[in-house]
């Protein structure tokens, strides 16, 4: 790899700062986006930073009028919409410019959630029961599914339309959640069985070779009538986290027999998925030791402090050490 790199560092447009265009100056409260931008620049690199919105041939033509030797792709959308979020990858794909994360395969297989439990289950990779429900198809309570169920919009991400409201116990209140996921995110639905134990996040580097970093836990306070799974208010309300007592932390006392499988089902899951470079495998430890996958998330969250940052640092990889490993990972799939 060339000690010094001409990055552009593609990210959704709305994140970049009017004033900034060019993420120098360190807000008052860093972003994915700076955090990378400033790193690299530490790293050596000349970094250009580049918004990925509807004006499809400008994002074209700002990426081939001085091609880079890298693109570090951060989108996850197009003006919200987050279907979008492969063809972005596609797009840089046909222009022939390497660039970091899963490539648009990855990215449609693990968007849609349906999808992805499907071929989890096909590579028998244990996922929760569940069932979809289409918008404009009249509502069937499913068969064969234990209560309670989690009901998720099907293409969302970060927890977005997951509360405690989520958690259905019964047909009548399926369908009347169902109702409210369609008309409130215009998409599809999936009603997932939940699953009862420890809800871990395990973060995974590499291509060829797969290296599985430490587990991170949601520990969920000892209160019964709070939380008992990530929802957006968990994930993102600080507040809410601290009235009923939840962390996010490492998973410390898993034994190695525990540990040897959990290692082995996030790299089988990670493989499946086309994941590339690094990813996020969620998943649930229940009490009779079963290990059901959650979600697989491609291109997570690599923002300092956050959890695959946090999982690298306790595995012996500072930050600076992971953004270099995520480029030389990308351009080593390259000719």
Excluded at 32 to 60: C, P, Y
Excluded at 148 to 174: F, M, Q, T
Excluded at 191 to 214: D, I
Aim: aromatic share 6%; net charge neutral; charged share 25%.
């Amino acid at each position: 790899m060339k000690k010094s790199l001409d990055i552009i560092l593609l990210v959704d447009e709305a994140t970049i700062p009017p004033d900034d265009p060019h993420m120098l100056e360190s807000p008052d409260t860093p972003t994915t986006e700076f955090h990378v931008a400033d790193t690299l620049r530490d790293l050596g690199h000349r970094v250009r930073v580049l918004g990925a919105g509807g004006n499809v041939a400008a994002m074209a033509e700002g990426l081939t009028r001085e091609p880079p030797n890298l693109v570090f792709n951060l989108t996850e959308h197009i003006e919200g919409n987050r279907l979008m979020d492969k063809n972005i990858a596609a797009l840089l794909e046909m222009t022939g410019i390497p660039f970091t994360g899963a490539g648009p395969l990855g990215l449609l297989l693990c968007r849609d959630k349906r999808l992805c439990k499907q071929l989890l289950r096909a590579h028998r990779i244990r996922v929760p029961g569940f069932a979809s429900f289409p918008v404009g198809k009249r509502f069937r309570p499913p068969g064969g599914l234990v209560y309670p169920l989690v009901v998720k919009p099907a293409y969302e991400d970060g927890s977005e339309g997951i509360s405690n409201a989520s958690l259905v116990a019964n047909p009548r209140a399926l369908a009347e959640r169902v109702q409210w996921v369609h008309e409130s995110f215009a998409q599809p639905v999936i009603a997932e069985e939940y699953v009862e134990g420890r809800e871990l996040y395990v973060a995974v580097l590499g291509n060829t070779r797969l290296h599985v970093l430490p587990a991170r836990e949601c520990l969920f306070g000892s209160d019964d009538k709070g939380p008992t799974m990530a929802t957006f208010r968990v994930k993102h309300n600080e507040k809410y986290r601290r009235k009923w007592s939840i962390q996010f932390g490492f998973a410390e006392d898993l034994d190695e027999a525990t540990l040897h499988r959990i290692q082995r089902v996030c790299k089988r899951a990670y493989r499946a998925m086309q994941l590339r470079d690094y990813g996020r495998i969620d998943l649930r430890l229940a009490p009779d030791g079963r290990l059901v996958v959650l979600e697989v998330n491609p291109n997570p969250d690599i923002a300092y402090g956050e959890e695959v940052a946090e999982a690298a640092e306790k595995g012996g990889i500072g930050y600076e050490e992971l953004l270099r490993r995520i480029v030389r990972m990308a351009l080593k799939r390259y000719p």
